[in-house]
């Protein structure tokens, strides 16, 4: 998985898999990337700084 936030196209980008898409939905300013299986490839928040308390920050929590 890879997060990534682009500070000049203020998106954030959340990739679950490297695969190509092939369909894409976009609703209330979020993309949702999907294979050709319909499973989520990718999601990414459009206008995130607005969306998004601190977009160009990650935090990890794992709960085991």
Not at 4 to 16: E, H, S
Not at 18 to 37: F, M, N
């Amino acid at each position: 998985m890879k997060v990534n936030y682009d500070g000049k196209t203020d998106t954030l980008t959340v990739i679950f898999r490297h695969v190509p898409v092939a369909e894409s939905d976009e609703e209330r300013g979020v993309i949702i990337d999907y294979d050709v299986a319909g499973n989520i490839v990718a999601i990414e928040v459009l206008d995130a700084s607005e969306r998004v308390d601190e977009p160009a920050r990650v935090r990890f929590h794992i709960q085991e």
